[in-house]
């Protein structure tokens, strides 16, 4: 890597970092972790084999009195509701993990790149009250609600 950084005339105390080389393509830092985290994301987490072997194992046929027509699914870890297959995520119990800067980067490989332990299975709907309760510090209940009060008001009912 130094050979190249010479042949260019930069020497490695020089070296830019991407979206200052290529600020047409990320605007600043957080644009280029943006990036980083879609493209780890889709690597490593969308078709990760511990994670589809997980759904497979916690998904059981459905309850006596359901009536849909799913096969199997399981109950949600954070609702208690039972949910078809089709219908859950699987969701790492401890979320939230930041890239923002280089020193993220091992930390958010390692988050995708998890055991069974860490790993439930919710509904969507449950995943993104989560997401939201992690992001803005809040209890699940608290962000349940803040989301509910939220969608009142986009729905002109408060």
Known sequence: MHII????????????????????????????????????????????????????????????????????????????????????????IKGNVRLQNWDDVMPFIRHLCPTKEELQLVTKHAHKIKSYAERLGLTYEEAEAAKFAIQLQKDKMD
């Open 5 to 92: 950084f010479q042949k260019r005339g930069l020497h490695m105390s020089q070296k830019q970092e991407p979206w200052e080389l290529y600020p047409h393509i990320w605007k600043n830092q957080s644009a280029f972790f943006t990036f980083m985290r879609g493209a780890l994301r889709r690597a490593l987490w969308e078709r990760n084999p511990i994670k589809l072997e997980f759904k497979n194992e916690e998904c059981k046929p459905p309850p006596p009195d359901y009536v849909g027509r799913a096969k199997s699914g399981a109950t949600c870890a954070l609702s208690g509701v039972w949910g078809a297959k089709s219908s859950l995520e699987v969701d790492h």
